[in-house]
């Protein structure tokens, strides 16, 4: 049941953030990030896909 919940949830998020790339009223990466982390939990793919975006994505640095 949970593992159910989990995908359903998980792709929502996920078909949710990618329609926000599209659409300027929804921020995408609010929700392809933690749908990806639901995922990858279940999936190798999602979690291969998480570490890509980690070392694509700029660090921010907390130094002034």
Known sequence: MKRGLRVVGGMT???VGLAGWV???IPGW????????LLGREFH???RT???L????PKK???D
Request: zero cysteines; hydrophobic letters at 65%.
């Open 13 to 15: 998020m996920l078909i």
């Open 23 to 25: 659409l300027p009223i």
């Open 30 to 37: 609010l929700f392809v990030i933690p749908g990806l982390m």
């Open 45 to 47: 793919w999602a979690r």
């Open 50 to 52: 998480l570490e890509w």
């Open 54 to 57: 980690k070392t694509r994505l």
């Open 61 to 63: 640095s907390l130094q």
